[in-house]
């Protein structure tokens, strides 16, 4: 059986400013692969970008959600079979490597990605699903959250299939912990306007005003 969510703050990864946006952005439809150059960085100008890494089996692991603001940088075809998908209609501008290496934007952006990859994984591996469907959440508000007091609306969707994906662990069991957080007070569902799915509401009744978090 699963243990309890851990409760506690988690320090915030810091955000990363986003970059002015250049000419030359194409579109994406929501579930079609983005353009992959080991010689471009994608900049993310609107929506969210999955990153997953494909099995030969046909499951997929979600890596990673990106939003506006974030690069995105292209895998090359090899056996991690790691793709970036639109999980939302997008817009991305493609730039050159050699005009962005080596400046202090990039070495900041390879910074806090690597840190943020650093703690998906560490959510990942928490033994019980609940604590990791708790860090993960706990992740995905710092960069796509809404605060309302001791409350952190994660205003991105996910489905029951996609937190599996991105937990580890099958589609009936992470329906099984949700429930359990929600009875147990940690987790609210909430239906929001104009989406044909709801979201997730962490409840913090003990955090305090900085909204940071310990993991």
Same mark, same amino acid.
């Given at each position: 059986? $699963?243990?309890?969510?851990? $409760?506690?703050? !988690?320090?915030?990864?810091?955000?990363?400013?986003? *970059?002015?946006?250049?000419? /030359?952005?194409?579109?994406?439809?929501? /579930?079609?692969?983005?353009? *992959?150059?080991?010689?471009?960085?994608?900049?993310?100008?609107?929506?969210?970008?999955?990153? =997953? #890494?494909?099995?030969?089996? /046909?499951?997929?692991?979600?890596?990673?959600?990106?939003?506006?603001?974030?690069?995105?940088?292209?895998?090359?075809?090899?056996?991690?079979?790691?793709?970036?998908?639109?999980?939302?209609?997008?817009?991305?501008?493609?730039?050159?490597?050699?005009?962005?290496?080596? &400046?202090?934007?990039?070495?900041?952006?390879?910074?806090?990605?690597?840190?943020?990859?650093? #703690?998906?994984?560490?959510?990942?591996? %928490?033994?019980?699903?609940?604590?990791?469907?708790?860090?993960?959440?706990?992740?995905?508000?710092?960069?796509?959250? =809404?605060?309302?007091?001791?409350?952190?609306?994660?205003?991105?969707?996910?489905?029951?299939?996609?937190?599996? *994906?991105?937990?580890?662990? !099958?589609?009936?069991?992470?329906? %099984?912990?949700?429930?359990?957080?929600? %009875? &147990?007070?940690?987790?609210?569902?909430?239906?929001?306007?104009? &989406?044909? %799915?709801?979201?997730?509401?962490?409840?913090?009744?003990?955090? *305090?005003? $900085?909204? $940071?978090?310990?993991?």
């Amino acid at each position: 059986m $699963s243990g309890p969510a851990p $409760s506690g703050p !988690t320090p915030a990864i810091s955000a990363v400013p986003a *970059s002015p946006v250049r000419p /030359g952005a194409i579109r994406r439809g929501a /579930g079609e692969e983005l353009p *992959s150059c080991d010689e471009e960085v994608l900049h993310l100008c609107e929506g969210v970008v999955a990153t =997953r #890494a494909l099995h030969a089996d /046909g499951d997929a692991v979600l890596l990673d959600l990106a939003g506006p603001g974030q690069w995105i940088l292209p895998h090359p075809a090899d056996d991690c079979h790691v793709v970036h998908t639109a999980h939302t209609e997008v817009r991305v501008e493609r730039l050159p490597w050699a005009s962005v290496a080596g &400046s202090v934007e990039a070495a900041v952006r390879l910074r806090e990605q690597l840190r943020w990859r650093e #703690a998906w994984a560490a959510a990942q591996a %928490r033994p019980h699903t609940e604590d990791r469907l708790t860090g993960l959440l706990r992740l995905l508000g710092q960069r796509f959250g =809404r605060w309302k007091q001791d409350e952190l609306l994660v205003d991105v969707e996910l489905t029951h299939a996609q937190l599996a *994906s991105a937990t580890g662990r !099958t589609r009936p069991t992470v329906t %099984r912990a949700l429930r359990r957080l929600c %009875r &147990s007070g940690a987790l609210r569902v909430e239906e929001v306007a104009g &989406s044909a %799915r709801p979201r997730y509401v962490l409840l913090f009744p003990e955090v *305090s005003s $900085s909204h $940071s978090w310990r993991h």
